[in-house]
């Protein structure tokens, strides 16, 4: 299953499928169909979401639970731990929450803190972490072509998934646009340094917004030419087995046994 699953990723991917977050391999984890993925991810949050913050010992143990699909689908903890560091606005505001929040105080190391603010700070940066850590799995072994299958598979709103899918696509094509663009400034000479380069700089995205503008249009009219008339045909049917859902739901299953006991210990 796992060769078959890589094949026809790695075609996938060479259709612009592949993204920064995605890492290529052929784990258990990866052959499983996208939309068991996705609801296995969105329930293991719901579950994390629920537990009440004072079992800290629950929290440990879901790291637990991530810490083995990690390993079952190969994810290197360097890997995961770099681009866990995407939440670090959220840590910013977990810090300030025992200096600003109001209720009881307690002294730490010389600090009054609040002790309503310390669990919610401690709220925030387990749930917060968990729930992103969640997310770089699923991402980092579902490409986002698959992911958009899910979605479909998932019957979430044809409208939603179109316009997902558009914004997708149509942003890689304006990086590519801009990276074009860079390269052409700096090879006639061009470096912003200050402010008096802004000009340029404002002349360059007033051109980028153009030409995307058009492109946007030609596209438009191709698709049109093309047949399309509000809904984009399903090519890849997407179906999983009975024990591709036992797999992939084992996660959340398993964190709502944990809920549960922070519920009642």
Same mark, same amino acid.
């Given at each position: 299953?796992?060769?078959?699953?890589?094949?026809?990723r790695?075609?996938?991917?060479?259709?612009?499928?592949?993204?920064?977050?995605?890492?290529?391999?052929?784990?258990?984890?990866?052959?499983?169909?996208?939309?068991?993925?996705?609801?296995?991810?969105?329930?293991?949050?719901?579950?994390?979401?629920?537990?009440?913050?004072?079992?800290?010992?629950?929290?440990?143990?879901?790291?637990?639970?991530?810490a083995t699909?990690?390993?079952?689908?190969?994810?290197?903890?360097?890997?995961?731990l770099?681009?866990?560091?995407?939440?670090?606005?959220?840590?910013?505001?977990?810090?300030?929450?025992?200096?600003?929040?109001?209720?009881?105080?307690?002294?730490?190391?010389?600090?009054?803190?609040?002790?309503?603010?310390?669990?919610? *700070?401690?709220?925030?940066? %387990?749930?917060?972490?968990?729930?992103? &850590?969640?997310? =770089?799995? /699923?991402?980092?072994? #579902?490409?986002?072509?698959?992911?958009?299958?899910?979605?479909?598979?998932?019957?979430?709103?044809?409208?939603?998934?179109?316009?997902?899918?558009?914004?997708?696509?149509?942003?890689?094509?304006?990086?590519?646009?801009m990276?074009?663009?860079?390269?052409?400034?700096?090879?006639?000479?061009?470096?912003?340094?200050?402010?008096?380069?802004?000009?340029?700089?404002?002349?360059?995205?007033?051109?980028?917004?153009?030409r995307?503008?058009?492109?946007?249009?030609?596209?438009?009219?191709?698709?049109?030419?093309r047949?399309?008339?509000?809904?984009?045909?399903?090519?890849?049917?997407?179906?999983?087995?009975? *024990?591709?859902?036992?797999? %992939?739901?084992?996660?959340?299953?398993? &964190?709502?046994? =944990?809920? /549960?006991?922070?519920? #009642?210990?």
């Open positions: 299953m796992g060769a078959d699953g890589g094949t026809s790695s075609s996938g991917a060479g259709s612009g499928g592949a993204h920064r977050l995605y890492r290529h391999g052929h784990s258990p984890v990866h052959a499983l169909p996208p939309h068991t993925k996705l609801a296995a991810a969105f329930a293991f949050v719901v579950v994390v979401v629920s537990t009440p913050r004072e079992a800290m010992w629950a929290f440990a143990l879901y790291a637990a639970l991530l699909v990690a390993y079952q689908a190969r994810v290197p903890a360097g890997f995961l770099k681009r866990l560091l995407i939440e670090i606005p959220f840590v910013a505001f977990a810090v300030l929450m025992p200096f600003v929040a109001e209720g009881e105080r307690v002294d730490v190391l010389g600090l009054s803190l609040s002790v309503n603010g310390l669990w919610g *700070a401690w709220n925030v940066l %387990a749930k917060g972490t968990l729930g992103v &850590a969640a997310s =770089v799995l /699923l991402a980092s072994t #579902t490409e986002l072509r698959e992911l958009l299958l899910g979605l479909q598979r998932l019957k979430l709103p044809p409208l939603l998934v179109q316009i997902a899918s558009f914004m997708i696509r149509y942003g890689d094509v304006i990086t590519d646009e990276r074009r663009m860079r390269i052409a400034r700096e090879s006639r000479g061009f470096e912003a340094r200050g402010v008096r380069h802004w000009g340029v700089l404002a002349k360059s995205a007033g051109a980028l917004f153009i995307s503008y058009e492109r946007g249009e030609r596209v438009h009219l191709a698709m049109v030419s047949g399309y008339a509000g809904s984009m045909p399903v090519i890849d049917e997407v179906t999983a087995s009975r *024990a591709q859902w036992s797999y %992939a739901l084992a996660l959340p299953f398993a &964190a709502l046994v =944990v809920c /549960l006991l922070g519920w #009642t210990l």
